[in-house]
């Protein structure tokens, strides 16, 4: 792992005497920012009783202020012709905006009015559970959302990272306005807040703007549940569904975000289904036209991670397809990858990295997860020279530990056997 590299002078950061980060990255060259206030606050965070709470928080803060309807909120941006959104993770809340650089007091006045000033209004409560619940049924009634769920609680049985983030309907259906303020008190603290801007913007006019509006916030310390991470045990899952194709995952727990052989795995997951011209790609769709839809994917938590899989295929061609999947797997552990092939994967990755920086809210929610999993803003030299000085003996020797067949857990999400008549 090479050393860490000199941060640009773009990129600021000033921690408040409250405990509350600001970061910002400056860049004169276009006429737009992206405002985020991030809460290191997520799904795996939630007592089992809680499960969903931190989602349908983020949901009920558009409900209304005690100055905004919800339809103020809606109209604060759009007005303006930007946006307003957010989302929730497994280890973090995000609420975000995307406006004209000459927008930046409104995007921050009403970002900080959602998340210090809700109302949570019973009516928009009670509504705002039948939305949740649609969302579940809508996730469920998709066969891929629905297998990566029911993976993702395979191999984190029993913790958590496990559940659906979204909760579950009895869960969601118990939340009382007080189980909302309750939750908000104790994680919603500055210590436990980052407010990210990135776009043609000034650091030090971006804090005081953030001194004015947090200047009333109520403070204490954050009181966050962490759960460490049982161990991992292999396992194995058939579901049916009344659908047409078979939708199948294999795969392990993976790394944390952190991990030092983090760069060794990119590039395995790059070589092995990061794109049409990826091993699985080529080797199962292309030679043999088994599938529509296959990847591989990574996740990496603050802990643990999820490495995994996916295709769609008929039932009749699952066994054949998990065979060449395994040789794939196979060859990762014995076989260098070839100088051409390397050479590629990292122009690649370096290319998507180099590529999403045209993006200002790429740029936003990149400075917020280098705080949350790093401590520190991680330059882009640092990541292309840590790409770049992976090798093929480094992958051969990672993926020997890594994709080994007794480590693996599978998910299957089969038709439904057709009815007989008498």
């Not at 905004?68 to 809340?93: K, P, Q």
């Not at 009670?126 to 629905?146: I, T």
């Not at 797997?329 to 092939?341: C, F, I, Q, T, W």
């Given at each position: 792992m090479s050393k860490s590299h000199h941060v640009p002078d773009r990129v600021k950061k000033t921690t408040l005497p409250s405990g509350l980060r600001v970061l910002t990255e400056e860049i004169e060259s276009v006429r737009s920012l992206s405002v985020g206030i991030w809460i290191k606050t997520g799904s795996r965070h939630e007592k089992e009783e809680q499960a969903g709470i931190t989602h349908f928080l983020e949901h009920m803060l558009f409900k209304g202020t005690e100055s905004?309807?919800?339809?103020?909120?809606?109209?604060?941006?759009?007005?303006?012709?930007?946006?307003?959104?957010?989302?929730?993770?497994?280890?973090?809340?995000?609420?975000?905006?995307?406006?004209?650089?000459?927008k930046l007091d409104a995007a921050l006045d009403v970002l900080s009015d959602m998340v210090l000033h809700p109302t949570f209004p019973e009516e928009e409560l009670?509504?705002?559970?039948?939305?949740?619940?649609?969302?579940?049924?809508?996730?469920?009634?998709?066969?891929?959302?629905?297998i990566f769920e029911e993976f993702n609680s395979l191999v984190f049985k029993g913790h958590p990272l496990g559940r659906p983030i979204i909760g579950h309907e009895h869960t969601v259906n118990s939340f009382k306005r007080g189980n909302l303020y309750d939750y908000m008190n104790d994680r919603y603290q500055p210590d436990n807040l980052i407010i990210a801007v990135a776009g043609n913007t000034n650091h030090d006019e971006v804090v005081k703007q953030v001194e004015k509006l947090f200047a009333n916030q109520k403070t204490g310390a954050s009181t966050v549940v962490e759960t460490p991470v049982v161990s991992y045990k292999p396992d194995r899952k058939e579901l049916t569904r009344p659908i047409e194709q078979t939708h199948y995952i294999l795969g392990r727990r993976s790394l944390p975000s952190d991990h030092e052989d983090r760069y060794k795995l990119l590039l395995a997951n790059t070589v092995l289904g990061g794109g049409m011209s990826s091993r699985l790609h080529q080797h199962i769709r292309e030679q043999y036209g088994y599938c529509y839809a296959i990847q591989s994917f990574n996740q990496g938590y603050s802990d643990s991670g999820l490495f995994g899989i996916y295709v769609g295929t008929d039932k009749d061609y699952l066994d054949h397809v998990r065979?060449?999947?395994?040789?794939?797997?196979?060859?990762?552990?014995?076989?260098?990858?070839?100088?051409?092939?390397?050479?590629?994967?990292?122009?690649?990755?370096?290319?998507?990295?180099?590529?999403?920086?045209?993006?200002?809210?790429n740029r936003m929610m990149r400075l917020a997860k280098s705080e949350i999993y790093y401590n520190r803003y991680i330059p882009l030299d640092e990541l292309v020279e840590n790409i770049d000085a992976v090798m093929a003996d480094d992958i051969i020797d990672f993926s020997q530990s890594f994709f080994t067949e007794d480590q693996i857990s599978e998910t299957r999400l089969m038709p439904e056997a057709a009815e007989t008549s008498a």
């Open positions: 905004r309807s919800s339809y103020d909120i809606a109209l604060s941006m759009e007005s303006v012709g930007g946006y307003l959104n957010a989302f929730t993770s497994s280890e973090f809340t995000c609420y975000f905006a995307r406006c004209l650089d000459t009670e509504k705002e559970k039948k939305v949740v619940l649609e969302e579940m049924k809508m996730y469920k009634d998709n066969p891929e959302d629905y065979e060449l999947v395994m040789k794939e797997l196979e060859a990762l552990r014995n076989e260098p990858v070839s100088d051409k092939e390397l050479t590629e994967a990292k122009a690649q990755l370096k290319g998507k990295m180099l590529l999403a920086q045209e993006n200002m809210s």
